[in-house]
């Protein structure tokens, strides 16, 4: 069976540093016809169910662990039998969101996850949260890029536990090498291509923001 990526957009909040935030998060879910893994839990658990269906769910992998991602993790995880998969470096996160639960699995850089005759490469790209993560994958040629690396620019870095200098050093490190043909599939917004955002990298250092 031939891999493939579906996707929804959810609507809610995002909470930190006594802060609220009105957000739309995307939310992906990638395998073939008889299993599949899902790519964050945002807002919605019913949204992510239907893009589910019948198939088996080998974990629900968290790009990283502020709220708006993985509020509906335990849930999510709960209503489809599969393991929450986080990276240890999220835990102080994750355990302001639910200090009751622990995930299932740690993430690890350069993991592999096999699902529907894809595989996804955990890619550890710290900066916008510590254990922050992005998932390569060669043979649909696309990397999820959670709030790491955004059409725009880079993912936020001006609330607790996120520092500008390491995320561009994840992003010129880690993801500028990819192909440029590779898709960009973020946390937030609309897609682009490797080869888009390259050219923009300098002025975002420049602009330190």
């Known amino acids: 069976m ?3 990526i579906d996707h929804t957009t959810t609507s809610g909040t995002f909470s930190l540093d006594g802060q609220t935030f009105d957000v739309e998060n995307n939310a992906w879910v990638v395998g073939d016809d008889r299993e599949c893994v899902i790519i964050d ?3 919605d658990v019913e ?17 990283h662990a502020h709220d708006d991602h993985v509020r509906r993790a335990p849930e999510l995880a709960d209503a489809v ?3 929450i998969f986080l990276h240890p470096d999220d835990m102080v996160l994750w355990n302001l969101v639910h200090p009751d639960r622990e995930p299932d699995r740690e993430l690890a850089d350069g993991q ?6 894809a595989s996804l490469r955990v890619l550890h790209t710290p900066g916008h949260a510590p254990g922050a993560v992005c998932l390569y994958s060669p043979e649909l040629g ?8 955004f059409a725009g620019g880079p993912g936020a ?32 917004g609309e897609s682009s ?13 420049a602009r330190g923001y």
């Open 2 to 4: 031939t891999p493939r």
């Open 41 to 43: 839990a945002p807002h």
């Open 157 to 188: 870095t001006g609330r607790s536990y996120s520092d500008f200098d390491v995320v561009v050093a994840s992003i010129r490190d880690r993801l500028l090498p990819l192909p440029d043909d590779t898709e960009v599939r973020t946390g937030h």
């Open 112 to 117: 592999v996850i096999e699902v529907g005759g």
């Open 142 to 149: 696309v990397v999820f890029t959670g709030d790491t690396l």
């Open 81 to 83: 039998g599969a393991p």
């Open 47 to 63: 949204a992510i169910r239907r893009l589910v269906g019948d198939r088996r769910v080998l974990g629900v992998v968290c790009t």
């Open 193 to 205: 291509t490797i080869g888009a955002v390259r050219p923009q990298f300098d002025e975002w250092v």
